[in-house]
């Protein structure tokens, strides 16, 4: 069925390169798919040859389809030369994706160039069978949990610390079971939150294999009263337990998951998650200096975890809140009124470039906060100037680029953040005017960096500052309207680095991962590393360096970001090339890659 | 009597538990013990939830709570959540006087699970497909069903519905994939965000689509065979092939007959079926609306200023050529009037009466107009042309419509039809009769918690406005109030399932056991009814 419906799209494919093939030779690409450590072939593997740069910038990139036969084969002809991908995947998530250049189940390929005419054959893609975790839910009588979110997670790096994502969310059924299932091999981590209240599908996600994803939830902590043996009643709510560690992350225990492997009985006691929580009381005022009543109040944990919990309640009508269900941790108390995007106060999305809002910061402990007052204000504006050094590209002007402040940390919860990994939803766009003039409005009080997009990839950030604030280094805080302006500096002629990947014995080393650090003391300004990726012929090129003393390292295989940790990169700091880069320069390097990352994450 | 003996008995009075009772297994004499038993106050300002415990011989008791009327529920894992009061498993509770003049009695029902496993035609498990379980329910006097509970199959394509209340389900399964997107988002979660990506580049394209299939393997809830579930049962075995079906498509053109006018550009579509409406656009007047599966639709086409609809019925095959023809949308004036009012009988404030316009069919068009001005007179905004029901917002407690009249034709019953200028009177009625009255058992005492009809005569079924429910108070009374003369029938059910009475074939069952009523303008009428048991 699969197969019939794919032919025909197959067949218009071809037509339409079949034009283009009378002006230049098509080549050809042929393989076979295979399951991943052994010689079984796979029929009925859906393969996708997709250009990876398309011929012009106009043009959307050319995608070619087929489905392997009975003896796991595919070919595509008449191929027109280019850069390409090239995925095998199957419908019904027992097998994971296998990319051309991939390195292990979990990491992604690398493109190949076709020349003109060429036939590329031989081609072996190996899919690797998917896992299972499975295990019990139980309380403190030894008795099963049913309705338990139970998380699959995978350590990742944000802004160079390590944190827990989640892959996965089932729940547990009326035996207090759960099976976490076509999980790609690695290493993951599972937890558990008892929030039987709130048994909504949207709480259930299942990746198939060849998606990747990652998910941060935050929800209202439900909260309960026990009273003591000694008569005191405390408030409890219930967070995450992590297998084998507790409610600390830290000591989560690690499950490796063979190729077709299973995990079985990680059973969690979910008991270990009941903490006591505190209250957080005080009063809003208004920028009218009235109580603002009905302001909505939240309380954003500043520590991460997969699932926030975010206290948060409702200005009384003198303008009083009482917030149950606080943890002991740092939080910002965001107060707002008019801001609600959503449907609700309390279930939202918060736009702070409209109404008002205040951010305090205020540290829960083992008792209740008392007298928290805040006072709301207008969201702010600022005006600022982008001035352009060196030599720019003919067709680049000032008016292209995008200036935003984004919030640093970026925190779930928090009024206008951005998608994860997505580039949406900035705080503030600017668009510069032809002398490089911008402004930026609806600007809450918060920590934010400052991003520069739509320049030229040969242009680099020199410099951003806020009067005697010097903002690359630092960031921005804002906490009340700005009385200077905004200053960025965008230089155009940054360095490039050019060169290619080999391993100990010089061979050329494939879809390795090269990473551009700055010396010791710049290590925590994200904005100067810069990361590639070697293609088929261990090719990779850097561009818009800012100059500077750096250290080039590459490896075979490394998780995103973990090179900002710097216990991380200590390690191989011997074994990487220390390189000098001037404004407007071009260097080749070679560089050797390491193996393998000591541990997996 | 000594002053001692007297502060004894106020000491004992004080002691005296407020409420005392015991929690047992349905249909046993079994205790349940550690079962919750919450009592909340239904006096609003006390929203404190008072909790105990069932010791060992499933007993408890609450002490020194305040008089006054309490619910009283009862939740233990593996059992139902139960009311005090509840005519069944589920139902609604009725509250209860402390302090209570004697014990109470509160049976639990053990809850049961359906499993099986979803496969596709190959047998192949189907993993992360969703399995829902739905009762029979009535909407809007159809039948249909209605989801109760939901879960996601494994890799083995294995799942368990559990904690399930003992009855009738039916179960589909859908193995379309759950998408919740990219980015952020809200839902009954305060927040969330997430990407995803893919491997592939482009989803494969299929002209097939799934949708839920009900056991034991069709698309056609009517064709769903049931599943009667035991307290503490399990049934086993319910599996389900889970083969997508072919979609269709809707082809058809935009069109208009207005002089000097003509359909270009962009239209804007609406495509309302049984349960549910999409919308969309075309950049061209030939639209082409695709993945429709069978069923009864309306096609609404908006270009500009001009709207139409056609009526579509999608079998096994793709319809190619739908026209649709749109026409200018008017403005209507109207007004409201009241009859009939007096000092005892005000009637209605015209200006909280605003007047809802829907298409008839339904396909999604909607037009409420803004508060009449004091004079009742207001102004329906851009009304395409076609055929309306006309009601006000609110249901109407010290007044009844009486007339709708658009130009000179009468719409109440038969609803109104919009050809070209015209002006829309409303006329409401300050006299509106009651009906009031007791519910009794066999033995002839007010029973409480039992739901009432009031079902107007036969030719008038189709007004669902005239429908009125409500279930007796404690004392077992119940009052309709803002009725229209006519008339009428009553029925009392001891269970029965809400919107039940607007469906004709469940109605026909029961016609004999109805008492007639006859409501007369301004004039309270008193029953008595006698509740239907089976």
């Given amino acids: 069925m699969r197969r019939a419906a794919t032919f025909p799209i197959l067949a218009v494919a071809l037509l339409l390169r079949l034009t283009v093939a009378a002006q230049a030779p098509s080549g050809s690409i042929e393989g076979v798919v295979v399951r991943l450590g052994g010689n079984e072939v796979i029929a009925g593997a859906d393969v996708e040859l997709t250009q990876s740069e398309p011929p012009s910038a106009a043009s959307s990139p050319a995608i070619f389809r087929a489905s392997t036969t009975d003896d796991g084969k595919f070919v595509f002809k008449n191929i027109p030369g280019g850069r390409y991908r090239l995925v095998a995947t199957r419908a019904g998530g027992t097998l994971a994706p ?3 250049g991939q390195r292990d189940p979990k990491g992604r390929g690398t493109s190949f160039e076709l020349s003109a005419g060429q036939s590329m054959s031989g081609i072996r893609l190996s899919m690797a069978a998917t896992a299972t975790i499975t295990g019990r839910v139980f309380d403190g009588e030894q008795d099963p949990v049913p309705n338990t979110r139970v998380l699959a997670l995978e350590a990742a790096y944000q802004n160079g610390r390590r944190i827990l994502s989640t892959v996965q969310a089932v729940r547990t059924n009326d035996l207090g079971e759960y099976r976490l ?421 | 009597m000594t002053a001692l003996a007297l502060a004894v008995m106020l000491l004992l009075q004080v002691l ?229 079906i072919r979609a269709h498509h809707i082809r058809g053109l935009v069109t208009t007959n207005e002089p000097g006018q003509s359909v270009t550009g962009e239209v804007q579509l609406r495509l309302a079926g049984d349960s549910a409406i999409r919308f969309t656009s075309s950049p061209t007047p030939t639209f082409d609306l695709q993945r429709v599966t069978r069923g009864k639709y309306v096609v609404v086409a908006t270009s500009g200023t001009m709207s139409g609809r056609a009526s579509v019925e999608v079998f096994n095959t793709d319809i190619n050529n739908t026209t649709i023809v749109v026409g200018n949308s008017l403005n209507i004036p109207g007004r409201v009037v009241v009859e009939g009012a007096s000092v005892e009988n005000p009637g209605p404030d015209v200006r909280t009466l605003r007047v809802v316009v829907r298409a008839d069919p339904e396909d999604g068009t909607i037009l409420t107009s803004p508060p009449p001005a004091a004079d009742g007179s207001f102004m329906l905004q851009s009304v395409p042309l076609g055929k309306y029901r006309v009601r006000f917002g609110t249901v109407l407690a010290n007044g009844y419509i009486k007339s709708i009249r658009l130009g000179n034709s009468e719409g109440l019953d038969t609803g109104i039809t919009v050809q070209g200028p015209s002006e829309l009177t409303i006329v409401v009625s300050a006299k509106p009769g009651t009906v009031q009255g007791r519910v009794l058992n066999e033995r002839g005492e007010s029973i409480p918690n039992i739901m009432t009809v009031l079902v107007p005569d036969n030719d008038l079924r189709t007004r669902t406005d005239l429908f009125r429910n409500a279930a007796t108070s404690v004392s077992g009374e119940f009052r309709f109030q803002g009725l229209t003369p006519g008339n009428y029938k009553l029925f009392a059910w001891e269970e029965v399932e809400s919107g039940a009475w607007l469906n004709s074939e469940f109605m026909r069952r029961y016609e004999e056991r109805g008492s007639a009523v006859v409501v007369s303008e301004g004039e309270i009428q008193q029953v008595q009814l006698r509740v239907i048991q089976e």
């Fill in chain 1, 98 to 100: 296998a990319e051309y």
């Fill in chain 1, 181 to 601: 299932f076509w999980l790609r091999p690695g290493r993951y981590y599972v937890a558990a939150l008892r929030d039987d209240f709130r048994a909504y599908s949207f709480s259930i996600l299942v990746n198939r294999p060849d998606e990747f994803g990652q998910r941060q939830d935050a929800s209202s902590p439900t909260v309960r009263e026990r009273t003591l043996q000694d008569g005191r009643a405390i408030e409890e709510t219930s967070v995450l337990v992590y297998y084998g560690g507790g409610t600390d992350a830290a000591n989560a225990r690690a499950i490796d998951l063979l190729p077709g492997g299973s995990a079985a009985t990680i059973d969690i006691p979910i008991h270990q998650g009941l903490a006591q929580t505190q209250r957080v009381r005080g009063s809003v005022t208004g920028s009218d200096g009235q109580a603002a009543v009905g302001a909505s109040v939240r309380l954003v944990p500043l520590r991460y975890a997969p699932h926030l919990m975010i206290p948060n309640g409702v200005a009384d009508r003198q303008g009083r809140f009482n917030i149950a269900g606080a943890v002991p941790g740092i939080y910002w108390l965001v107060a707002s009124l008019g801001a609600s995007s959503g449907y609700s106060a309390s279930e939202s999305l918060l736009d702070i470039s409209r109404g008002t809002s205040s951010l305090v910061r205020v540290e829960v402990a083992d008792r209740d906060l008392e007298n928290v007052s805040v006072v709301l204000q207008s969201a702010f504006g600022f005006t600022g100037r982008l001035r352009v050094e060196g030599k720019s590209d003919s067709k680049w002007d000032v008016t292209q680029a995008r200036i935003s402040l984004v919030r640093d940390p970026d925190l779930l919860g928090l009024p206008n953040t951005t998608g994860l990994g997505a580039r949406a939803a900035v705080q503030s766009n600017g668009v510069p005017s032809n002398d490089g003039g911008f402004a930026l409005s609806g600007i809450g009080q918060g920590e934010y960096r400052v991003t520069v997009a739509g320049i030229p990839s040969s242009a680099y950030l020199k410099s951003v500052a806020l009067g005697s604030v010097d903002v690359l280094r630092d960031g921005l805080r804002v906490q009340t309207a700005p009385t200077t302006p905004l200053e960025i500096v965008l230089n155009m002629e940054g360095g490039v680095l050019a060169g290619s990947t080999v391993n100990e014995k010089s061979e050329i080393a494939v879809n390795a991962t090269v990473v551009l650090v700055p010396e010791l003391a710049r290590r925590g300004q994200a904005h100067l590393y810069k990361v590639a990726t070697s293609d088929a012929l261990g090719k990779f090129e850097m561009s818009g360096i800012a100059p500077g003393t750096y250290n080039l390292f590459a490896w075979e295989s490394v998780p995103a970001g973990v090179w900002m940790e710097p216990e991380f990169i200590r390690d191989f700091e011997a074994r990487s090339k220390p390189v000098n880069v001037t404004g407007g320069s071009r260097q080749d390097v070679q560089i050797s890659v390491a193996s393998q990352t000591k541990e997996p994450l």
């Fill in chain 2, 16 to 244: 005296a538990p407020s409420l005392q009772g015991v929690v047992f297994k349905a249909g046993t004499a079994e205790p349940v013990a550690r079962a919750t038993v919450e009592l909340r106050s239904t006096d609003s300002s006390d929203s404190r939830v008072r909790t105990v415990l069932t010791t060992n011989e499933g007993r408890f008791s609450f002490n020194g709570v305040p008089g006054g009327q309490y619910q009283v529920s009862v939740n233990r894992l593996g059992y139902v959540s139960a009311k005090y009061g509840e005519r069944r498993a589920g139902g609604q509770g009725t509250p209860i006087t402390i302090p209570a003049a004697s014990e109470i009695q509160v049976a639990l029902t053990a809850t049961a699970v359906i499993s099986g496993r979803i496969i596709d035609s190959q047998g192949q498990p189907l993993g992360n497909a969703t399995v829902t379980a739905s009762r029979r329910s009535f909407l809007q006097g159809r039948q249909s069903l209605a989801e109760v509970q939901s879960v996601v199959t494994n890799d083995l394509g294995d799942y368990r519905l559990f904690g399930m209340t003992p009855g009738t389900y039916y179960v589909s399964a859908n193995a379309a994939p759950r998408g919740v997107g990219l980015g952020s988002g809200t839902d009954s979660l305060l927040v969330f965000r997430m990407y995803r990506e893919s491997a592939r580049t482009q989803a494969v394209p299929t002209e097939e689509i799934h949708v839920p299939i009900y056991y034991p393997g069709t698309a056609d809830s009517v064709a769903a065979a049931p599943i009667e579930l035991k307290p503490a049962g399990e049934v086993r075995g319910i599996d389900i092939i889970a083969t997508p």
